[in-house]
């Protein structure tokens, strides 16, 4: 059941019962097939992604280097998160890794949810919050980390 998966989900895990079920209205299930684009970066996105099963890369185009790994994505994560804060194209390009199911939550839905749920919104920001300062947090210590392997060539 999908609300079953809904409450593993750190990013939903605070929300009740009527809550997830709100959500779960404007949420729709797809499917892709490994090698699958998902979104393509700087292609207009407007959708909150959350793995159900399956994996999904998430990649940059590097020039003269084609795409390059950031990161693979497995079940409870999400994406498509920047273009839901800021309206602007998708940032990277995430590719069904494997065959894969997922949830997809319209940005515009989704706000319009939280305007009219002002307790779940609070309940939702807080979670999202938590995962983006986890993700900017690793991403701090990458970036670190390359950092000073550059400065030993």
Known sequence: MIQEFLRTVPLF?????EELTQVLLVALVK????GAPILQEDQPGGQLHVIRE?????SKTVPGLGEEALTILGPGEFFGEVEFFDGSPASAHAIAHTDCEM?????EEMRTLLKSH???AVRFFWAFGRTLATRLRE?????????????SF
Do not use: C, F, K, W
């Not at 895990?13 to 019962?17: F, N, P, S, T, W």
């Not at 499917?31 to 490994?34: E, I, T």
């Not at 399956?54 to 998430?58: C, H, L």
């Not at 949830?103 to 940005?107: D, E, F, G, N």
């Open 13 to 17: 895990h605070e929300l009740d019962d």
């Open 31 to 34: 499917r892709y097939v490994a």
């Open 54 to 58: 399956g994996q999904v890369r998430i």
């Open 103 to 107: 949830l997809q939550i319209p940005h």
């Open 118 to 120: 002002p307790e779940l």
């Open 139 to 151: 991403t701090n210590q990458r970036m670190g980390s390359l950092l000073a392997i550059s400065r």
